[in-house]
């Protein structure tokens, strides 16, 4: 006897796991349920989630406006194809999300996962230069950049993190760099892209923050400078927003603190507030227009079977509402200043190389990360669910979280690291 309910000791036999070894690793949880920031466990156990489901329940779990406009849209019509066949919910969200983005980002690819959105982003922006007459096949991305585990976007990831090394050689070779943070590597930037722009159809970057990379900060100029460089160079510019979109840097959009308006911005994670697989690759006017003719081989030849889901595109709409009908801004801010204040003293432990805070993020920086793995189930015994990687201890936490909830997750993180 096992103590885990009949399903678990049943399925887990049938069951792989992400980002697992599962040979070896400590075996996963029972969920019995969520409500709010709370994951009740199987047996009877409450965790405060510290990084809402890989940063996509903004709203909380089981936000009831969110669930009341899914199960109306579930009685309506669950799905439909969309090849030749639209429906309210996708062109709702389409309209609201161009009049909520920069500039002429008026044309929405709604799929299902990120990874997906990314793969549709590069394809366009490769197609976008084949229909002027243009053959490019490169890609310009970052170090410590992380964009998806599917084959074409682990080719513009780090090909150093360990996740996606082992796939050296049979993934398309791309041109990786180093992000331009000062004016010195901003030169330098413009000068490798434009002696490169021939192969090169875009640069793809992470706005603001490198995510799965280690969750590492840059500012708003480092956006500008490859915006001016891509202009420079006639390569287009990919912002993958999936994990910074809908305030979790601050702002609504990560672009807005830079000022800038990229070619193509792929979104998926808070965009449904956790509720259901949706993405949106979002496109310029200009690069819809180049395969607006009457060619049909100048289509965009992309159509995932649950594109444009209907009941995912219902839990966006309701999504957006609340985050149009509420300051989420101001709760990104408030979230901010008690990580910062809260985390600070977490500095001054032993192992800590850096405590930093952006936004609702916040990352304390250990200096060995040998025993990253034995955190995990001492936080579970502090009653919190927080998920270390790499050598970071970090906090993205849904942003409806109250002071009190927030107070225990950072405290946590203190005691587990001082008694560590």
């Known amino acids: ?35 709010g920031v709370r994951i009740t466990l199987a047996d009877g156990r409450e965790l405060i989630d510290g990084i809402s489901s890989w940063w996509a329940a903004a709203h909380g779990y089981n936000h009831p406006y969110i669930l009341d406009a899914v199960k109306t849209q579930l009685e309506t019509m669950p799905h439909v194809m969309f090849g030749g066949l639209v429906h309210e919910q996708a062109l709702k969200l389409s309209t609201r999300l161009a009049a ?88 330098r930037f413009a000068a490798f892209l434009k002696v490169n722009a021939p192969d090169v159809a875009a640069v793809i970057t992470e706005p603001l923050v490198q995510g799965a990379g280690g969750m590492v900060f840059h500012t708003p100029e480092t956006l500008q400078w490859i915006r001016m460089a891509c202009d420079a160079a006639g390569v287009l510019m990919i912002v993958d927003e999936i994990f910074t979109g809908f305030y979790r840097t601050g702002t609504r959009f990560a672009i807005d603190q830079a000022g800038i308006v990229p070619d193509m911005v792929t979104l998926s994670k808070a965009l449904s507030g956790g509720v259901a697989p949706l993405s949106v690759c979002v496109a310029r006017d200009t690069i819809f227009d180049a395969f607006y003719d009457d060619d049909p081989m100048k289509a965009l030849m992309h159509g995932p079977t649950y594109m444009a889901h209907a009941l995912g595109c219902a839990a966006a709409n309701a999504s957006l509402d609340l985050f149009e009908r509420e300051d989420y801004e101001a709760k990104a801010e408030a979230i901010q200043h008690q990580m910062m204040a809260e985390l600070a003293p977490c500095g001054f432990l032993n192992n800590v190389k850096s405590v930093r805070v952006k936004g609702a993020i916040g990352v304390v920086q250990l200096e060995d990360a040998s025993a990253i793995e034995a955190l995990k189930p001492k936080f579970v015994a502090e009653g919190v669910w927080i998920r270390p990687f790499r050598d970071i201890v970090y906090l993205t936490p849904p942003l409806i979280i109250e002071p009190a909830d927030l107070t225990k997750l950072t405290g946590s993180i203190y005691k587990v690291l001082s008694e560590a």
């Not at 992400?18 to 996963?28: G, S």
């Not at 990314?118 to 992380?146: D, L, P, S």
């Not at 090909?159 to 004016?183: I, Q, S, V």
């Open 1 to 35: 006897m096992t103590g885990h309910p009949t399903w678990y000791d049943e399925g887990i036999q049938h069951i792989w796991l992400p980002y697992t070894q599962m040979k070896t690793a400590t075996p996963p949880l029972p969920v019995k349920s969520t409500d």
């Open 100 to 187: 909520m983005l920069p500039g002429d980002l008026n044309r929405c690819f709604i799929a299902e996962s990120g990874s997906v959105s990314v793969e549709v982003a590069m394809k366009m922006a490769a197609q976008y230069f084949i229909n002027r007459g243009e053959k490019r096949t490169k890609f310009v991305h970052f170090r410590g950049t992380y964009h998806g585990d599917t084959l074409g976007t682990i080719a513009v990831c780090d090909p150093e993190e360990g996740m996606h090394g082992m796939f050296k050689g049979m993934l398309a070779e791309n041109l990786l760099t180093d992000l331009p943070r000062t004016p010195e590597d901003a030169e």
